[in-house]
């Protein structure tokens, strides 16, 4: 096993070289620029593509006004669902696209506008919070992706207090014995 470890090790240490070697020669690309250049691998010094990045890289820009930027659900009941809708307005010259919204964690689920946002016109940005198994102040976010001028990347925020479930006192339901007398 110890073998078979050296001599990938060692193969790996040969292309680098060999690599170093021809980009010295003749004034060949340097290996940051390859590194730079090479966006379809998927190794660690070279992460894959995120291809909806590219995508509103690559768009005309277009300026946005968002509705609202940050959200309070106030206080949430443990194990509730709650939903808000966050709007953005196209107030630019060219067609507004929202390429991915990434929330920051699972117990978010989110849906946006798919198709061109066309300038005057309104999209949205969708999001459902479960709140089951969190309790205390939850601050999340959501990273959308579109072609933004002055950045492809906004992110968004809410804020809810999730109280927990009520635990019966001990010796039965005081409600119960209640409604007994």
Same mark, same amino acid.
């Given at each position: ?5 050296? #001599?990938?090790?060692s193969l790996?240490? $040969?292309a !680098?070289m060999?690599s ?7 004034? *060949?690309t340097k290996a940051?620029e %390859?590194?730079? @250049?090479d +966006?379809?691998?998927?190794t !660690?010094?070279n992460p894959?593509?995120?291809?909806? /990045? ?5 768009l ?6 968002w509705a609202?930027?940050?959200?309070d659900f ?6 509730? =669902?709650?939903s808000? =809708?966050?709007l953005v307005e196209?107030?630019g010259q060219?067609?507004l696209?929202?390429?991915k ?6 117990c978010t689920?989110t849906?946006?506008?798919q198709? !061109?946002?066309?300038p005057?016109? =309104?999209?949205?940005v969708d %999001?459902e919070?479960? #709140?089951?198994?969190?309790?205390? +102040? /939850?601050?999340?976010? %959501? ?7 002055g *950045?492809?990347?906004?992110? $968004?925020?809410?804020? *809810?207090? @999730?109280?927990?479930k ?13 409604? =007994?007398?």
């Open positions: 096993m110890k073998k078979v470890i050296l #001599s990938v090790f790996v240490f $040969l !680098a060999i170093c070697e021809k980009n010295d020669n003749a004034g *060949g940051t %390859i590194a730079e @250049v +966006t379809n691998s998927k !660690a010094a894959p593509v995120d291809k909806e /990045q590219q995508k509103a890289d690559s005309p820009k277009t300026t946005v006004k609202e930027e940050n959200y106030k206080k949430i009941k443990e194990g509730e =669902k709650v808000h =809708k966050f196209n107030t060219n067609d696209f929202l390429t919204v990434k929330p920051s964690c699972g689920a849906s946006f506008t198709e !061109a946002i066309k005057g016109t =309104k999209g949205f %999001i919070f479960n #709140s089951a198994g969190k309790t205390g +102040t /939850q601050q999340k976010s %959501i990273t959308v992706t579109g072609n933004f001028e *950045g492809t990347q906004k992110v $968004l925020k809410f804020t *809810g207090e @999730v109280i927990g009520e635990k019966p006192a001990e010796g039965g339901d005081k409600k119960a014995d209640e409604h =007994k007398h």
